[in-house]
């Protein structure tokens, strides 16, 4: 099986609880009763009751435009409510909004807020159908627990700030491919980067390091193969020396001798300039030999020369990470090598 046969059914599970969800959107009734304003429910205590009126006004748009199906502006109007008023009934309007918007991790925490109080804010019915959502995204969405204990160290989801360490963050993000990056100055920026589930739930532990505790250093073979290599061909080429000198040594009696008598070849006469001849080209050949592994041996030193590389202690940083930074009050790149 490809992995793409393997991910058309996982694609299809998760069409299908789309399509579940929406339908159950499209049957939900939004809160269009008047908010009661006054009183000292819960969600109604220490809210001035002007803030109460002006939360009801921006409701009653945000209704008029979630019933024209203008989600964007819906969603605008509830969320100026809540700037007045924290009411578990707009938490709750506004998720539907956002609901039509796709952005699955914002309707589940005011879901949350719009269950808060139980089912008193919205009547049973309206919260059965919120408990109903909140089930559905918990199994669409993915879970994670991150933590940093490096103090200082700025921790990045998918190039957005999470939190400055030491600390935590818990919470639900999409499914699909995640970067975490841990980085602060004099260590190596640490990535974690896996694929998320829908209804996985991960835990992950970000430690930094600096390069003296990662990087080490090898050769490509042991030290003493290109000392030996260059060893041996100084040794041949010292070698072919010492026949160079025999030889001159021999072809100078030869000469001597060959003056008093003439062109009259003696035996001995014929020995020495053989003798000299093959010490010459064996000088030569030594020279010759000598020279290519002296060559040799050097290239092999440079060649073995101590090689850098970074030790996988995690196992988990990939070869090279080039990440976005944006923030409020930082922008950049972070990056990590891997040798």
């Known amino acids: 099986m490809t992995p793409m046969q393997r991910r058309g059914p996982r694609v299809s599970a998760l069409a299908a609880v789309w399509l579940a969800l929406w339908a159950c959107v499209a049957s939900a009734q939004r809160v269009d009763v008047p908010l009661e304003i006054g009183g000292n429910r819960p969600w109604a205590v220490g809210v001035p009751r002007a803030q109460q009126q002006q939360a009801q006004a921006f409701f009653y748009e945000g209704n008029e435009r979630l019933r024209e199906s203008v989600f964007v502006d819906a969603a605008r109007s509830y969320k100026r409510a809540l700037q007045h008023w ?26 949350q807020q719009a269950m808060s109080h139980g089912p008193e804010p919205l009547d049973s019915g309206r919260y059965e159908h919120a408990r109903a959502y909140k089930a559905l995204l ?16 700025v921790v990045t989801l998918n190039g957005q700030p999470l939190f400055t360490a030491p600390g935590r963050y818990q919470g639900l993000i999409r499914p699909g491919v995640h970067s975490i990056i841990a980085f602060k100055d004099g260590f190596l920026p640490t990535e974690k980067r896996r694929p998320m589930m829908p209804g996985e739930k991960a835990e992950l ?23 030996t290599v260059l060893g041996t061909g100084l040794a041949v080429a010292g070698g072919s020396g010492v026949l160079h000198w025999k030889a001159r040594e021999s072809f100078r009696d030869f000469d001597s001798r060959l003056r008093p008598n003439g062109m009259h070849l003696t035996p001995e006469m014929k020995s020495l300039r053989q003798r000299g001849s093959a010490l010459q080209v064996g000088a030569i050949s ?18 073995n020369r101590q090689q850098p590389y970074r030790i996988n202690i995690e196992d988990s940083a990939p070869g090279v990470v080039i990440a976005p930074v944006v923030g409020t009050s930082s922008h950049g790149i972070v990056g990590t090598v891997r040798f």
Not at 142 to 147: K, L, Q, T
Not at 213 to 227: E, H, M, N, T
Not at 286 to 303: D, E, N, P
């Open 205 to 227: 532990a970000l430690e930094l390091y600096t390069e003296d505790d990662v990087i080490r250093y090898r050769r490509r073979w042991s030290a003493w193969v290109p000392w």
């Open 138 to 153: 918990e199994k669409q969405l993915a879970w994670v627990d991150i933590r940093c204990e490096a103090e200082g160290a």
């Open 86 to 111: 924290n009411h578990p009934a707009i938490h709750y309007n506004l998720a539907l909004a956002l609901m039509n918007l796709d952005q699955p991790i914002e309707v589940y925490k005011h879901l």
């Open 286 to 303: 030594g020279y010759s030999v000598g020279g290519a592994a002296v060559v040799t041996g050097a290239v092999l030193l440079y060649l």
